[in-house]
Structures are given as structure tokens and as C-alpha cells.
């Protein structure tokens, strides 16, 4: 165990020399901030809407940003020390390939727990100071529902981003797939879904078309996010398909953390394999 941790703190040391911990929090903050005071300009009015509403906006948000920022934090974690030479040096130390993997995994998940944390934290406390009249007690409760979600969501694409790490051999290549990943769950599967559901007519199980969500760890985490304020009852287009889900928040709660562990459990099964 002093083996992950001495790891992970390399690498989150290495976040904060690289600026990744700060940028990301800045990013996280100012994009909260915006939305909690701009997100109803649409509407003709500006200011602080309300809380379901920040979170159902900040959640829509959330699946294009925090997937891409967990993939390019992470997706040359293994490669990246392979083509510096650095990766064999490290494993001549007494120091398995599994506490380098989980030592880098908890690294980097703590960079982007951390600055979810500290970003999302901070828009939250400017908002109950600035906003007046607003429920601080349920706005507290929403955004360490929504930063929790987040932090899950993100790990979830860390541990895909080490998934391509551990099977490719050049960055380039990694880059590229990792770049993939992002397209095909934040903008493919939906569309792909969406066609399943057209051209199948009505024939397919109806009972077996809400679990394909589960297929995509975006639908879970925005089902999370948007579910639990309006009971399904503002779903559209395919995550509609949610409503009928036979399971509440802690099934989704779960669904994100399988989607964590068994991607990086895939890694570790392969790094374990890997001829270097």
C-alpha cells in the first residue's frame, strides 16, 4: 500500500507542478459561476434561476467536459513511460506492475477529485452567499450529489483512458482512441440508440431498452443528476427511456462505480500481460 500512495503522490505532484490541478479548478468554477447566473438568458432573464435547474444545466454540461479532461489527463499514464524509457526503470524497483498501475489510477483520480471539489465547491459557496432566498440546505445537498457523480463519472474515463494505455504501444495511437472514446459515449451512442429505436419499429423488448442506458456512463450520470429533482418527468429523447428504469439512484450510484472498476480491472489484467 506505501507502494500506491508514494505513486500517487508523484502524480499529483506532477499535476500540481504541470498547473493540471489549478486549471482544471478554474475551468470548473468559472463554467459553474456562468451557468448559475447565465444559464436562463435564453428566457430573457439573468441571474440565479434555481437549483434544479444549475444542476440539470451543469450535468449537460458535465458529459462533454469531465470526460475529456479524465481522458487527456490519463491516456498516456502507461505508454507515456513506456516511449520515455522511464517505465522499465520503474518497475526494477521492488514494485509490482499492479501498485504502478493503482498508484497512477489513484493519482490522477485524486487530481480531478480534488479540483471537482475545489471548483464546483467554490461556485457553490458564492452562490448561497450571493443569491439571496436560496434553500442553502438543498443547494449543498444537489451539489454534493452532482460532485460526487462527477468525481465517479471522471474516474470512469480515467480507467478507460488507462484501458487504451496499457494496450497500446505508441501516444499518437493512445491519443487518438482516447479521442474516440469521448465521441462514441458522448455523441455516438445516443445517436446510435436513437437510430436502434427508430428502425427496430416498436419490435424490440421494451423491457430490455432502458437497461441499454447503462451501456453509456453519460445517460447514468445525467439520469442521476436530472431523476432525483424531477422524477423522470423532464426526460427527453432517448434518456426518456430512463423513466422506465427499474431501479432508483442507488442503482445508478452503482452503475458509475462498475463503470470504473471494471475498465481499470481490465487494464491491470492486461498491464499484468504486457511484453515491455
Known amino acids: 500500500m506505501n507502494s500506491i500512495w508514494t505513486i500517487a503522490r508523484k502524480e499529483l505532484a506532477d499535476s500540481l507542478r504541470n498547473r493540471w490541478l489549478i486549471a482544471i479548478s478554474i475551468v470548473f468554477a468559472t463554467l459553474a459561476l456562468g451557468i448559475a447566473w447565465f444559464g436562463a438568458a435564453a428566457s430573457g432573464t439573468v441571474g440565479y434561476a434555481s437549483t434544479p435547474a444549475t444542476i440539470a444545466s451543469l450535468a449537460s454540461l458535465g458529459i462533454f467536459l469531465i ?3 479524465a481522458l487527456l489527463l490519463a491516456y498516456d499514464a502507461i505508454v507515456g513511460e513506456e516511449e520515455g524509457g522511464t517505465l522499465l526503470l520503474l518497475l526494477t524497483y521492488p514494485l509490482s506492475r499492479g501498485q504502478l498501475l493503482f ?3 489513484l493519482g490522477h483520480s485524486l487530481t480531478l477529485a480534488l479540483a471537482t471539489v475545489i471548483g464546483f465547491g467554490v461556485a457553490g459557496i458564492a452562490i448561497a452567499v450571493l443569491v439571496d432566498d ?3 440546505g438543498t443547494l449543498a445537498a444537489a451539489l ?3 460532485i460526487l457523480s462527477t468525481i465517479l463519472l471522471g474516474w470512469g474515463f480515467i480507467a478507460l483512458a488507462y484501458l487504451v494505455s496499457v ?3 505508441e501516444k499518437p495511437l493512445a491519443a487518438g482512441l482516447a479521442l474516440a472514446i469521448w465521441f462514441f459515449f458522448v ?3 445516443d445517436l446510435m440508440l436513437l437510430g436502434l429505436l427508430v428502425a427496430s419499429e416498436g419490435k424490440l423488448n421494451p423491457d430490455l431498452l432502458p437497461w441499454l442506458l447503462l451501456l453509456n456512463p453519460t445517460d447514468v450520470y445525467r439520469l442521476l443528476n436530472i431523476v432525483v429533482f424531477e422524477g423522470g418527468s423532464q426526460l427527453t429523447g432517448v434518456l426518456s427511456l430512463g423513466s422506465d428504469l427499474p431501479m432508483g439512484p442507488a442503482g445508478l450510484w452503482a452503475a458509475l462505480v462498475i463503470w470504473f472498476v471494471l475498465p481499470l480491472a481490465a487494464a491491470w489484467a492486461l498491464f499484468r500481460n504486457r511484453r515491455i
Open 167 to 169: 494496450r497500446v504501444s
Open 187 to 189: 455523441l455516438i451512442f
Open 103 to 105: 498508484g497512477k489510477f
Open 67 to 69: 470526460p475529456l479532461i
Open 134 to 136: 436560496v434553500a442553502v
Open 144 to 146: 454534493l450529489r452532482f
